[in-house]
């Protein structure tokens, strides 16, 4: 199976914004749920968000709800998540990764498929 591939990340000052982007591969991507998630260091990795297969129905962590949105563009095999008035504590490695089922799930070991990350920094 091919890997997704996030891409996006970066340096951003706290209360600013940035998009992560996920090409997915490996199955048919407009099957399957796909989902972020992130880790700090010294943590354990952490559900972010996820979304349906065809995009109906989302999930978020409490931690990011009324922040980030999760969208997805099924004709470009993308998903997409927007993060806005990002903290420091949002610093970490975003991956990006699919699972083979239609609904959202916040639990990793549901996630079969997983990208290789992409690091955001928040500064204060």
């Known amino acids: 199976q091919v890997q997704p591939v996030e891409s996006g990340g970066g340096l951003v000052q706290a209360g600013g914004s940035l998009r992560l982007s996920c090409v997915g591969s490996?199955?048919?991507?407009?099957?399957?749920?796909m989902g972020w998630f992130r880790q700090a260091p010294g943590k354990k990795r952490e559900f972010v968000a996820a979304?349906?297969?065809?995009?109906?129905?989302?999930s978020y962590a409490d931690s990011v709800k009324g922040r980030f949105t999760i969208s997805r563009d099924n004709a470009k095999n993308m998903v997409y998540l927007q993060m806005n008035s990002l903290k420091p504590e949002d610093t970490a490695v975003y991956y990006c990764a699919s699972t083979p089922s239609r609904q959202p799930s916040p639990l990793l070991s549901s996630y079969d498929l997983w990208g290789r990350g992409t690091q955001v920094t928040v500064s204060s």
């Open positions: 979304i349906s297969w065809i995009g109906g129905s989302t």
């Open positions: 490996g199955r048919t991507f407009s099957s399957y749920a």
